[in-house]
Nanobody, 120 residues
Framework: QVPLVESGGGLVQAGGSLRLSCAAS????????MSWYRQAPGKQRDVVAA???????NLADSVKGRFTISRDNAKNTVYLQMNSLKPEDTAVYYC??????????????WGQGTQVTVSS
C-alpha cells in the first residue's frame, strides 16, 4: 500500500491563495505521473493539473494562469499552488499518483481528499 496524505485545504475569500500538498509513502520504487483532481457537489471528478516525473505539466483550461503544479521527487510530494481563487473553485481536491512499487507492479493511488471552499 502507498498512502497519499493531503494537506492545505481550507476556507478562503475570493482572490485569495491556498497551497495543497500531497505526500506519498510506503513501498515505492518510483512515482510516475502525479495529479490533482477536484469534485464539486453533484459533479464528476475532473483533473485539474498533472505533472510527470520529469516535470512536464498540464493544467485544465479553467485554472491556467492561476494554479501551478510542482513536485519534489526526493520527498515523493506534489504541490498545487492556487492563486486568484474563485467561488467556482470550491470542491474536494484529490491527489492521484501512478506508483511503481518495490515489487514491480504499477498502481493508481488516491488521497482522501481535502476540502477547498472559496467564499464570494
Amino acid at each position: 500500500q502507498v498512502p497519499l496524505v493531503e494537506s492545505g485545504g481550507g476556507l478562503v475569500q475570493a482572490g485569495g491563495s491556498l497551497r495543497l500538498s500531497c505526500a506519498a509513502s510506503g513501498s515505492i520504487s518510483s512515482i510516475n505521473t502525479m495529479s490533482w483532481y477536484r469534485q464539486a457537489p453533484g459533479k464528476q471528478r475532473d483533473v485539474v493539473a498533472a505533472i510527470t516525473k520529469g516535470g512536464s505539466t498540464n493544467l485544465a483550461d479553467s485554472v491556467k494562469g492561476r494554479f501551478t503544479i510542482s513536485r519534489d521527487n526526493a520527498k515523493n510530494t506534489v504541490y498545487l499552488q492556487m492563486n486568484s481563487l474563485k467561488p467556482e473553485d470550491t470542491a474536494v481536491y484529490y491527489c492521484n499518483a501512478v506508483v511503481t512499487t518495490v515489487y514491480g507492479y504499477e498502481f493508481n493511488y488516491w488521497g482522501q481528499g481535502t476540502q477547498v471552499t472559496v467564499s464570494s
